[in-house]
């Protein structure tokens, strides 16, 4: 996860959430080559902990996006620097997997990159170029992670090029309540697993919020007894399926998204900000 301005959690911040986490969770996600990941992976390492990581490359736009509702135009300068930031990434993501290989078990190469509301838009070709890249200097198989909606569509091509197919689905942000959810989830899951039947698909984001202030979800469609439900669902399927499923996500993030303390962006977590579990965690416990 990108933080902002640049300030990251300390290693000792790092190595108290994979411990908490460690007893519950076999698999994480990391979404960018940053600091915080090269971190992550250097305690995973030195402290032996159990988790296999998707390692993620962030990618930013290199192409303006006049669709995004909170701003996706750039300028010319900053797309020319941001493909030159995006090899540098890529860089560290083959050099991590190969340093990490008992580790690192996944690679993506770039996040919600081509979906139509994207502020950081890259064009499929080059996604799948990058991906090629990738392929030729690791042995771990690489993806790319995407909201269900574009594997539909305009991602053919990229998704031969891959070795496995990832989509999120989010139907709270769809207007869905509880009731229609799982259900949901699934129609999303199986209308890319029929188009790309000789592929592996997996999820790589599900999750429930747990407050809202009305900012694309309705209020009444949320709260910790919504998220407890939606996730034991989610989980006793995909255990049934044997879908490889990310949650999304960990820990709330008060940084992200307004500064309404209700904003949605901010209450997606297993825990709280205060490393506090929510329902969910203890519904779910293995």
Excluded at 57 to 78: F, I, K, L
């Amino acid at each position: 996860m990108l933080f902002r301005s640049g300030v990251y959690p300390s290693v000792a911040e790092i190595r108290a959430d994979l411990h908490l986490l460690k007893s519950q969770w076999a698999a994480l996600r990391l979404y960018a080559c940053d600091v915080h990941a090269e971190r992550v992976l250097h305690v995973i390492e030195s402290d032996r902990l159990p988790f296999q990581v998707m390692l993620g490359a962030y990618v930013a736009a290199e192409v303006s996006n006049p669709h995004c509702p909170w701003g996706g135009e750039h300028d010319p300068a900053v797309l020319k620097e941001n493909k030159r930031s995006n090899q540098l990434e890529l860089a560290r993501a083959s050099r991590w997997a190969n340093e990490y290989p008992d580790i690192v078990n996944i690679v993506s190469v770039g996040n919600e990159a081509t979906v139509d509301w994207t502020d950081h838009l890259v064009e499929p070709e080059t996604i799948q170029q990058y991906a090629a890249d990738l392929q030729s200097s690791i042995k771990q198989p690489v993806t790319f992670c995407e909201n269900y909606v574009p594997w539909l569509t305009k991602l053919e091509s990229l998704a031969e090029q891959l070795d496995l197919i990832a989509i999120h689905t989010y139907p709270v942000w769809e207007f869905k309540g509880i009731e229609e959810a799982l259900a949901y989830t699934i129609a999303n899951y199986e209308a890319v697993r029929s188009k790309y039947p000789h592929k592996s698909v997996i999820i790589t984001e599900a999750g429930w919020a747990t407050a809202s202030n009305c900012r694309g979800i309705p209020p009444e469609n949320v709260s910790e007894q919504a998220q407890r439900e939606y996730l034991v669902q989610l989980l006793g399927w995909a255990k049934k399926q044997n879908v490889l499923v990310y949650i999304f996500e960990a820990f709330d993030e008060n940084w992200k998204g307004s500064d309404h303390p209700l904003e949605p962006e901010k209450h997606w977590g297993l825990y709280t900000a205060a490393r506090q579990p929510k329902p969910v965690v203890a519904a779910i416990a293995r």
